[in-house]
């Protein structure tokens, strides 16, 4: 909740308006944002995820069938015991959303499985909740195709306008 208590701290100062705050984030950054959106509502008006884990039980047992045991070491020092995971996963409380959320994510990641948006995706909807989602067919973790990077941020930029506007 740091980046939350950071636009509380700032809002009640006045140095921005708490009703027009949005958060976006790529990798550990869209999970962030996903965070934001469920485990912390009524801070952002919109949140954007671009390749973010949602559900952080599926991304340990992935880390553990792909990186080995250090990777999952890594995820249990940074996210906590796996009895914990489901209370800090967006997937898992994505009934808290309380609003928009775009979800960005490449085909070809193999840090964060493309499938997490999925299960993000999926949980919003079954919650009520309002969703896009928009694949990059080719794109892996790093954007690494300039071309869908860019129409990946004018996607991006074009859910703040609408979503968040001035």
């Given at each position: 909740?740091?980046?939350?208590?950071?636009?509380?701290?700032?809002?009640?100062?006045?140095?921005?308006?708490?009703?027009?705050?949005?958060?976006?984030?790529?990798?550990?950054?869209?999970?962030?944002?996903?965070?934001?959106?469920?485990?912390d509502p009524g801070v952002y008006n919109c949140a954007v995820s671009i390749?973010?884990?949602?559900?952080?039980?599926?991304?340990?047992?992935?880390?553990?069938?792909?990186?080995?045991?250090?990777?999952?070491?890594?995820?249990?020092?940074?996210?906590?015991?796996?009895?914990?995971?489901?209370?800090?996963?967006?997937?898992?409380?994505?009934?808290?959303?309380?609003?928009?959320?775009?979800?960005?994510?490449?085909?070809?990641?193999?840090?964060?499985?493309?499938?997490?948006?999925?299960?993000?995706?999926?949980?919003?909807?079954?919650?009520?909740?309002?969703?896009?989602?928009?694949?990059?067919?080719?794109?892996?973790?790093?954007?690494?195709?300039?071309?869908?990077?860019?129409?990946?941020?004018?996607?991006?930029?074009?859910?703040?306008?609408?979503?968040?506007?001035?």
């Amino acid at each position: 909740t740091d980046l939350s208590d950071g636009v509380r701290y700032l809002a009640a100062r006045g140095l921005v308006d708490p009703k027009r705050v949005a958060i976006l984030g790529a990798s550990y950054g869209g999970y962030a944002a996903l965070a934001g959106a469920t485990l912390d509502p009524g801070v952002y008006n919109c949140a954007v995820s671009i390749a973010g884990p949602s559900d952080l039980a599926a991304m340990v047992a992935y880390a553990d069938s792909e990186g080995g045991a250090s990777l999952v070491d890594y995820w249990k020092e940074q996210m906590g015991p796996s009895s914990q995971l489901d209370a800090v996963s967006p997937a898992k409380q994505a009934a808290k959303a309380d609003c928009p959320i775009l979800l960005i994510h490449g085909t070809d990641d193999t840090v964060v499985p493309y499938n997490q948006s999925e299960r993000m995706e999926s949980a919003l909807k079954s919650a009520g909740k309002p969703v896009e989602f928009i694949t990059y067919k080719g794109q892996d973790h790093w954007e690494t195709v300039g071309s869908s990077r860019v129409e990946m941020m004018k996607s991006a930029l074009a859910f703040l306008q609408k979503h968040n506007p001035a």
